[in-house]
């Protein structure tokens, strides 16, 4: 060794014990590396020994044999990553966000590379070192599954669930969240961070429509809990006068649906992002409605994509961003011209890569069809933007788009942004046809929690029916609204908020059940009035 007591000069004897520990670092990492490059049967002592720069003698001075060796650096390499990994506690007190922060921890350990070499090594050595794999699943999944166990019983003693087996209900939990990727991993195959956070978020949503939710304090004792589930035949009724949406709690997370029959998942409520909104109230409605589940948050112009960029640093992956195809200041709207420098410009005001779900006005043209749908397809094929959709198109001109798109193998609109709701339902005629057969997904807006969408528009009769259902309710014509369009065939409604308490009302509104009278009701007052066939005279 070379120190001395004054630093200058070498000087035999002991190592110092900072010397020493360097050395077991030292010799364990080049364990570590020279197992996995070339596995057990392929790896010698001396090569350990060359690795660590270190004699034979001083190697088997510490292990007696390389199967000694084997099982003491892979149970280091393990317990290392665990000390090194973010500490989860304490919490959220929301059961939801809580299971989210685990599930995320689960899924980052799942496919961490190092993770998943030691894993197939243990794998491939579980025949002969059964204690080297026992050991993997104490590091791996047993503090897990703990964590899990220990969040579960603290909400089921509080009164806010009922499960039956807490530490089997914790396993099955980390399974959802971890087994497929840790076994895609493996096998080298990995999904994209969306597809991960899409499957993650529909694994939790599962596991939380399974738990028994108990009924808040005041209810009699003889009803049975609530599930926490979307189907009105697993809620006990409302008592008299209350509204039925407000007996829940927890609230429901918001549910995922599928846009047309793309491979692009949206929420099912989205959050229109307000241009006149300022800053620090946009990142407070944006988070909110994020950890709430959320995931559609569509800009509607140039400001309000700004404040996204802004707003959204460090979320970007957990939403679902949405724009539109700006205006064309001059000539040539929709041309090639326009379509990529928009799109470059919404780019750089959102400050991301890539959008995910690009809206193009189609009520008017400046340019042939033909090739706004060809520099669509080549935004498309570029990777800055994943998904077209259409805002404002007559039917005839979107299913011509479709048909351009399908003769020329390009990319396709995968939606509709349009007003609908049960004060406007014009989509029905032509529409709403139109968007099943060709397969796409109907993003509405039509309802805002401030009382300023078409809800005031419209025939009286339907008005005057949506007010009287949502006085009996006991909640606002917006929130009725809402939950009517849960009965429809809609991805997502996105909604115009001002501020959380707005928010919290359109949420709440998700979890609403309109009654099977009410509903009647207002089906045989709001429906659009059938349009005869057109006639033609007979020309033969």
């Given at each position: 060794?070379?120190?001395?007591?004054?630093g200058?000069?070498?000087?035999?004897?002991?190592?110092?014990?900072?010397?020493?520990?360097?050395?077991?670092?030292?010799?364990?990492?080049?364990?570590?590396?020279?197992?996995?490059?070339?596995g057990?049967?392929?790896?010698?002592?001396?090569?350990?020994?060359?690795?660590?720069?270190?004699?034979?003698?001083?190697?088997?001075?510490?292990?007696?044999?390389?199967r000694?060796?084997?099982?003491?650096?892979?149970?280091?390499?393990?317990?290392?990553?665990?000390?090194?990994e973010r500490?989860?506690?304490?919490?959220?007190d929301?059961l939801?966000a809580?299971?989210?922060v685990?599930?995320?921890?689960?899924?980052?350990?799942s496919?961490?590379?190092?993770?998943?070499r030691?894993?197939?090594?243990?794998?491939?050595?579980?025949?002969?070192?059964?204690?080297?794999a026992?050991?993997?699943?104490?590091?791996?999944?047993?503090?897990?599954?703990?964590?899990?166990?220990d969040?579960?019983r603290?909400?089921?003693?509080?009164?806010?669930i009922?499960i039956?087996?807490?530490?089997?209900?914790a396993?099955?939990?980390?399974?959802?969240?971890?087994?497929?990727?840790?076994?895609?991993?493996?096998?080298?195959?990995?999904?994209?961070?969306?597809?991960?956070?899409r499957?993650?978020?529909?694994?939790?949503d599962?596991?939380?429509?399974?738990?028994?939710?108990r009924?808040?304090?005041?209810?009699a004792a003889t009803?049975?809990?609530?599930?926490?589930?979307?189907?009105?035949?697993?809620?006990?009724p409302?008592?008299p006068?209350?509204?039925r949406?407000?007996?829940?709690?927890?609230?429901?997370?918001?549910?995922r649906n599928?846009?047309?029959r793309?491979?692009?998942?949206?929420?099912r409520?989205?959050?229109r992002?307000?241009?006149?909104?300022?800053?620090?109230?946009a990142?407070?409605?944006?988070?909110?409605?994020?950890?709430?589940?959320?995931?559609?948050?569509?800009?509607?112009?140039?400001?309000?994509e700004e404040?996204?960029?802004?707003?959204?640093?460090?979320?970007?992956?957990d939403?679902?961003?949405?724009?539109r195809?700006a205006?064309s200041?001059?000539?040539?709207?929709?041309?090639?011209?326009?379509?990529?420098a928009?799109?470059e410009a919404?780019?750089?005001?959102?400050?991301?890569?890539?959008?995910?779900?690009?809206?193009?006005h189609l009520?008017?043209l400046?340019?042939?069809?033909?090739?706004t749908?060809?520099?669509l397809?080549?935004?498309?094929?570029?990777g800055k933007?994943?998904?077209?959709?259409?805002?404002?198109?007559?039917?005839y001109?979107?299913?011509?788009?479709?048909?351009?798109?399908d003769?020329r193998?390009?990319?396709?609109?995968?939606?509709l942004?349009?007003?609908?709701g049960?004060?406007?339902?014009?989509l029905?005629?032509?529409?709403?046809?139109?968007?099943?057969?060709?397969?796409?997904?109907l993003i509405?807006?039509?309802?805002?929690?401030?009382?300023?969408s078409?809800?005031?528009?419209?025939?009286?009769?339907a008005?005057?029916?949506?007010?009287?259902g949502?006085s009996?309710?006991?909640c606002?014509?917006?929130?009725l609204?809402l939950?009517w369009?849960?009965?429809?065939?809609?991805?997502?409604?996105?909604?115009?908020?001002?501020?959380?308490?707005?928010?919290?009302d359109?949420?709440?509104?998700m979890?609403?059940?309109?009654?099977?009278?009410?509903?009647?009701?207002?089906e045989?007052?709001t429906?659009?009035?059938?349009?005869?066939?057109?006639?033609?005279?007979?020309?033969?």
């Amino acid at each position: 060794m070379t120190s001395t007591a004054s630093g200058e000069g070498p000087r035999t004897g002991r190592p110092t014990s900072m010397e020493a520990a360097r050395l077991t670092d030292r010799l364990r990492r080049a364990a570590v590396d020279t197992f996995l490059e070339h596995g057990y049967d392929g790896t010698t002592m001396e090569a350990v020994a060359q690795a660590a720069g270190i004699t034979k003698s001083t190697l088997y001075g510490r292990y007696a044999d390389k199967r000694a060796l084997f099982i003491a650096v892979g149970a280091w390499a393990l317990t290392r990553h665990e000390r090194h990994e973010r500490v989860l506690e304490p919490l959220p007190d929301d059961l939801a966000a809580a299971l989210t922060v685990i599930a995320r921890a689960i899924l980052a350990r799942s496919v961490d590379p190092d993770l998943v070499r030691l894993n197939r090594m243990a794998i491939a050595e579980a025949h002969r070192f059964p204690e080297f794999a026992a050991s993997t699943q104490a590091v791996s999944w047993s503090p897990r599954i703990q964590m899990i166990m220990d969040l579960l019983r603290r909400h089921h003693d509080a009164g806010a669930i009922t499960i039956g087996d807490i530490e089997l209900a914790a396993e099955q939990f980390f399974a959802m969240v971890g087994a497929m990727p840790a076994w895609l991993a493996a096998h080298g195959v990995h999904r994209t961070p969306e597809d991960e956070e899409r499957h993650l978020r529909h694994a939790i949503d599962l596991f939380l429509n399974g738990l028994l939710i108990r009924r808040p304090p005041g209810h009699a004792a003889t009803e049975p809990p609530q599930r926490v589930t979307g189907g009105a035949e697993d809620r006990p009724p409302a008592a008299p006068g209350e509204s039925r949406h407000r007996t829940r709690t927890p609230p429901e997370p918001l549910a995922r649906n599928r846009v047309g029959r793309s491979g692009l998942y949206v929420s099912r409520l989205g959050l229109r992002a307000r241009p006149d909104c300022d800053e620090r109230t946009a990142a407070r409605l944006t988070h909110r409605y994020l950890d709430a589940g959320g995931t559609l948050i569509a800009a509607v112009d140039a400001v309000s994509e700004e404040t996204c960029g802004r707003v959204l640093r460090g979320r970007r992956t957990d939403v679902v961003l949405s724009t539109r195809l700006a205006a064309s200041g001059g000539d040539g709207a929709n041309g090639r011209r326009h379509i990529r420098a928009a799109c470059e410009a919404s780019l750089r005001r959102l400050q991301t890569d890539h959008i995910d779900l690009y809206q193009v006005h189609l009520g008017t043209l400046d340019a042939p069809l033909e090739e706004t749908m060809d520099a669509l397809d080549g935004l498309v094929r570029a990777g800055k933007v994943l998904y077209l959709g259409a805002s404002g198109t007559p039917a005839y001109r979107l299913m011509k788009a479709l048909s351009l798109s399908d003769r020329r193998a390009g990319a396709r609109f995968v939606s509709l942004h349009a007003p609908y709701g049960p004060t406007a339902r014009g989509l029905e005629h032509e529409h709403l046809p139109l968007l099943e057969d060709e397969g796409l997904g109907l993003i509405s807006e039509n309802v805002s929690v401030t009382g300023t969408s078409s809800l005031n528009t419209g025939e009286p009769g339907a008005i005057a029916a949506l007010r009287k259902g949502a006085s009996d309710l006991g909640c606002s014509m917006a929130q009725l609204a809402l939950a009517w369009q849960r009965t429809r065939s809609v991805a997502s409604t996105l909604v115009d908020v001002q501020g959380l308490p707005d928010l919290e009302d359109a949420l709440a509104a998700m979890s609403m059940e309109i009654p099977d009278e009410l509903a009647a009701r207002l089906e045989s007052i709001t429906r659009p009035t059938r349009r005869e066939p057109r006639a033609y005279p007979d020309r033969t």
